[in-house]
């Protein structure tokens, strides 16, 4: 993919363990960056689930994922 730059919107869910789930893709640029943004959130590691009142609670998040080409 040549010359391809943007911000690619991903959101998921952050389960009760940490694990996320529904990943997907809210705002595309290119089908090759989207699969690339998806793969990468689904690498991470488990978060920190969110807390109300102490207990641990499924929280949607929306993460921006940059593609930007350096300058020759």
């Given at each position: ?22 990943i997907h893709v809210r705002?595309s640029i290119h089908p ?41």
């Amino acid at each position: 993919i040549a010359h391809i730059e943007g911000r690619v919107i991903v959101a998921f869910i952050v389960e009760k363990d940490g694990s996320l789930a529904d990943i997907h893709v809210r705002r595309s640029i290119h089908p090759s960056l989207d699969e690339e943004a998806v793969r990468v959130v689904s690498a991470m590691p488990n978060w920190i689930p969110g807390e109300e009142d102490g207990n641990p609670v499924r929280v949607k998040y929306v993460l921006p994922v940059t593609f930007s080409l350096k300058e020759k």
